[in-house]
């Protein structure tokens, strides 16, 4: 007879990463609905839709960069921050605020998207409180550390850069410069979200790989980080003083800088699916400064953008998205008393999210460029839908193992 208790919203509640991973993979599809649909109005004049101030591409940025995808960092983190540094799991009544400012900042955002007047300052404010509640307990996590643990502080300072970031959309929207906007959503993506994922991957990797294949010999030397860290923060610094003629100088050793990683860490051999599709997912990240690299030479040559936000998307949709399935699948394999597998939600999840980062990639270049963006955010909704609908199920289960977590 099963003892175990029957599935619940109080499930979500048993561990972080069920809570924030069943709010990102939420707020994945709510947020990508409302791209599309305003897509799709931009390009067909007949569908017609409100048009959302601020400008909805900047909205876009800010909800993906800092509503969405951080759901499933601070769920991540929230679990791995003890683990790491050897202390107490956190706290249910500490991590549940985490996830009601995030949850309920996006949901505000977007209805504010769609015409209610103050959703925008709403979602911002609970944001905001999410995200400090967040901080405050990685930063306690971390004083308390006698282990010295380097992922952990590089993790905790772009979630500090998270927070200024906010804090530039903060100013932006009480009536800031647009530069304030445009500072917000390029520390989006160079000062938050590409460290914590090269740090997690410098950091997991190698070390799932290990666990694997026999043999494999774990790299993750700490100088890998030492030197990421100021040639993203070049990168950033170049995008705000909008140098795109001279991202090739910081560029070019990204490039050269991923590429070794990639190759170090590729595991050779038979491997299973759930280990290869991390390191197929990185291959997206070399093949993004590939793109920069060109384009910025090409600006300086010619003075044409000639990829747009190409090289952008290969990194947003090709590397992120690609690992966030890589990543969320595999820790909620394990952390649900499952086998260590690809299902068959992943495999479509992934496989269709290569599609998706090559159509938004070309997009760029091809004609009638605003219907290819939409058929990408439409891709990204039918890639996501059926894994996103499998995972939620199992966060409102209790574990297949019948342990507590």
């Known amino acids: 007879m099963d003892n175990r208790p029957p599935s619940s919203p109080r499930q979500l509640a048993a561990a972080p990463h069920r809570l924030m991973f069943f709010i990102g993979a939420t707020n994945l599809l709510l947020a990508m609905a409302w791209w599309a649909a305003w897509l799709a109005a931009a390009r067909w004049p007949a569908l017609s839709m409100a048009q959302p101030d ?62 209610w007047e103050a959703g925008i300052t709403v979602g911002l404010l609970m944001t905001l409180a999410g995200w400090v509640a967040g901080l405050l307990i990685l ?33 932006y929207l009480l009536g800031g410069p647009a530069q304030c906007a445009f500072a917000s959503i390029k520390i989006g993506s160079f000062g938050l979200l590409l460290p914590v994922y090269l740090t997690v991957a410098h950091r997991m990797f190698p070390f799932f790989a290990s666990r694997v294949m026999p043999g494999y010999q774990q790299w993750k030397p700490l100088w890998l980080l030492a030197a990421f860290w100021p040639l993203a923060l070049g990168h950033l610094a170049l995008e705000l003083l909008h140098a795109y003629g001279w991202l090739w100088l910081v560029d070019a050793p990204l490039l050269a800088l991923t590429a070794l990683m990639l190759w170090r860490w590729w595991p050779r051999g038979p491997k299973p699916g759930i280990l290869a599709v991390l390191f197929i997912g990185m291959a997206w990240l070399p093949l993004a400064f590939a793109l920069y690299v060109g384009q910025s030479i090409a600006y300086e040559m010619t003075g044409v953008y000639w990829l747009g936000r190409g090289p952008a998307h290969a990194l947003f949709v090709g590397f992120f998205g690609s690992v966030l399935v890589a990543m969320v699948t595999r820790v909620t394999q394990g952390h649900s008393g499952r086998p260590m597998m690809m299902p068959a939600a992943a495999w479509f999840a992934f496989v269709a999210i290569q599609v998706v980062a090559a159509i938004r990639v070309g997009a760029e270049v091809l004609p009638d460029v605003m219907t290819w963006h939409a058929v990408a955010a439409i891709g990204w909704l039918v890639a996501f839908a059926p894994w996103v609908v499998r995972i939620g199920r199992i966060y409102l289960a209790p574990r297949a193992d019948g342990r507590p977590g």
């Open 139 to 171: 930063g306690q996590l971390l004083w308390r550390d006698t282990t010295g643990n380097w992922h952990a502080r590089s993790c905790f300072a772009a979630l500090a850069l998270g927070l200024v970031g906010i804090v530039c959309w903060t100013v």
């Open 54 to 115: 601020p400008y909805a591409g900047w909205l876009h940025a800010f909800v993906m960069q800092y509503q969405m995808l951080p759901s499933f960092i601070f769920g991540f983190l929230l679990t791995t921050f003890p683990k790491w540094m050897g202390q107490p799991d956190v706290d249910r009544w500490r991590y549940v605020p985490v996830g009601a400012g995030l949850f309920g900042g996006q949901i505000a955002t977007l209805l504010g998207a769609m015409g």
